[in-house]
């Protein structure tokens, strides 16, 4: 079992950062790949970055490709997603998830999922 819970978000002008933060229980959580998803209002919620258990290999969407990066800290039970030149259409609500079902983490169903934070970018 794994419990997930985002922070981090916020309020933030185009062309900013923001790191999310993603803290997890669980004895499990060294051992699963990990991923950042985001909901705008009106769409549905789409893939923005995965990593596997042990850091070493990365997944982006292209629309963050370059500007966001993934990375996780085992021994603090923490996801993170660094978020860089922050644009208007990032606004959204950031979820992070756990448990990948299959080895394609840009479509695999999560199985633990945290109850998101805002991020707000304005223009």
């Known amino acids: 079992q794994v419990q997930l819970v985002e922070s981090g978000g916020g309020l933030v002008q185009a062309g900013g950062s923001l790191r999310l933060s993603c803290a997890a229980s669980g004895r499990t959580f060294s051992r699963v790949a990990m991923g950042w998803f985001r909901q705008a209002p009106g769409k549905e919620r789409e893939f923005v970055a995965a990593?596997?258990?042990?850091?070493?290999?990365?997944y982006y969407a292209d629309s963050v490709k370059g500007r966001f990066i993934i990375s996780r800290d085992n021994a603090k039970n923490t996801l993170y997603l660094e978020m860089n030149s922050l644009k208007p259409e990032d606004t959204a609500v950031y979820y992070c998830a756990a448990d990948p079902s299959g080895s394609n983490y840009y479509i695999s169903v999560y199985r633990y999922w945290g109850q998101g934070t805002q991020v707000t970018v304005s223009s």
């Open positions: 990593i596997s258990w042990s850091g070493g290999a990365t």
